[in-house]
């Protein structure tokens, strides 16, 4: 599976963007799909994930309730609508797919595929 993120940007504080992870290749329902970011000296940090037929959600404390995961099946895509962002969600974005399964939070080694990230800023 490759893995393509996109919709990044400069926005301001307060305001939303909505990221997309093109998948290509076979199988893209069978995979968990998370979403992780890296802030400028920061390690990277796991933001959510969504179950393979987008049934169950499970988001980090930091973005709960401004977040939400998405994804369509049939268009081998997921998605994270961002909203209320803060300069503190400032951070290049990574999508990634895992086999495995949990009801909980994902970390880097669980992850099977990787997508380029992309970079969002939130700063007036």
């Known amino acids: 599976v490759q893995l393509q993120a996109s919709g990044g940007g400069l926005v301001q504080p307060g305001g939303s963007l909505r990221l997309s992870c093109a998948a290509s290749?076979?199988?893209?329902?069978?995979?968990?799909m998370a979403w992780f970011r890296q802030a400028p000296g920061e390690e990277r940090e796991f933001v959510g994930r969504?179950?393979?037929?987008?049934?169950?959600?499970y988001y980090a404390d930091s973005v709960k309730g401004r977040f939400t995961i998405s994804r369509d099946n049939a268009k081998n895509t997921a998605y994270l609508q961002m909203n209320s962002l803060k300069p503190e969600d400032t951070a290049v974005y990574y999508c990634?797919?895992?086999?495995?399964?949990?009801?909980?939070?994902?970390?880097?080694?669980?992850?099977?595929?990787w997508g380029k990230g992309t970079q969002v800023t939130v700063s007036s």
């Open positions: 990634a797919a895992s086999s495995k399964w949990y009801s909980g939070t994902y970390n880097e080694r669980d992850m099977d595929y």
């Open positions: 290749g076979r199988a893209f329902s069978s995979y968990t």
């Open positions: 969504i179950s393979r037929n987008g049934g169950s959600w």
